[in-house]
């Protein structure tokens, strides 16, 4: 036969066509997860779950599915279950804050919490992104705890430190460039030198003619109040002296008085019965008369 010819089976008139038997071959198929294979006849081939975990990564990147043993999906679409758990990544070195993540595939996002701490000058409290400061290098770090304001704390020359907030002790009071005055002997003449000069003792400010003028000028004017304040004490004890000789004087008139007028009350006292009898005899004698006479 020709094998661009077909051949056809001759039909018996006496046969009947029956449906085939189930095949019965069997054939060895992959669970969902390809975890295990198991023989099945042909004709009862599908696919089947081991019941095992499913243990594909999740999307997470991070764990494996623990659903029992099932379809995977497609692409677009994944059956596996979603992962909830926290974020287990290591945080930086510094870092004592939780990822605000859950569990996420790659590197965690920066640390946004706010920490707080202390300037180097101990004055301030600065405030920063926890990522901004782990990290930084040594050097960053000592730029970000600088408040930037003058530092606050004294020298032993009694002047404010001039560097701007440090780290480590404040400068010799030796390289104090600070505006010091100094004055001459009288105190008239006033001149500004830098702290550290002083210090040494190498500056000085000596009184001129002027200063010699002054005083002398200051020298009259004390004199003159002193000379014042002397006449002034001479006039007051003059007043006082001519006070105390009014009120002495005073007293002498008004005991004067006193004794005249105890004196003159002592004789009306003695005599006045006296008096009394003889003015009662003239008076007799007088009506005695002008009797006589009529």
Not at 73 to 85: A, L
Not at 110 to 127: E, S
Not at 197 to 220: I, N
């Amino acid at each position: 036969l020709a094998p661009w010819k077909s051949y056809t089976a001759p039909v018996n008139p006496g046969t009947v066509e029956l449906p085939c038997s189930p095949c019965q071959v069997p054939i060895t198929v992959q669970c969902f997860g390809k975890h295990q294979s198991q023989s099945f006849p042909c004709s009862e081939v599908k696919p089947f779950s081991c019941g095992y975990p499913c243990d594909r990564l999740l999307a997470c990147e991070n764990h494996n599915c623990e659903l029992p043993c099932h379809p995977p999906g497609n692409e677009e679409e994944n059956n596996c279950e979603v992962c909830e758990r926290a974020c287990g990544k290591p945080r930086p070195i510094g870092c004592q804050h939780d990822c605000f993540s859950s569990c996420h595939p790659g590197a965690c996002k920066p640390c946004k919490a706010i920490v707080k701490f202390q300037c180097h000058c101990q004055v301030t409290t600065l405030r920063i992104q926890c990522h901004e400061w782990t990290s930084a290098g040594e050097e960053k770090k000592t730029e970000l705890q600088c408040c930037g304001n003058q530092c606050p704390h004294l020298l032993v020359c009694g002047h404010r430190c001039w560097m701007t907030c440090h780290t480590g002790p404040c400068p010799d009071a030796d390289e104090c460039e600070k505006k010091t005055p100094v004055r001459c002997p009288c105190r008239r003449i006033k001149r500004d030198f830098p702290c550290r000069d002083v210090r040494r003792g190498e500056v000085s400010v000596s009184c001129s003619l002027e200063c010699e003028e002054e005083k002398l000028r200051k020298q009259k004017e004390k004199d003159e109040l002193a000379r014042k304040q002397r006449e002034e004490a001479r006039l007051k004890n003059e007043r006082e002296i001519e006070e105390f000789k009014r009120k002495i004087e005073g007293r002498k008139r008004r005991r004067k008085e006193k004794v005249v007028q105890e004196e003159a009350r002592g004789f009306w006292q003695t005599y006045a019965r006296i008096i009394k009898a003889g003015a009662g005899i003239v008076i007799v004698l007088f009506v005695l008369e002008i009797g006589r006479a009529v």
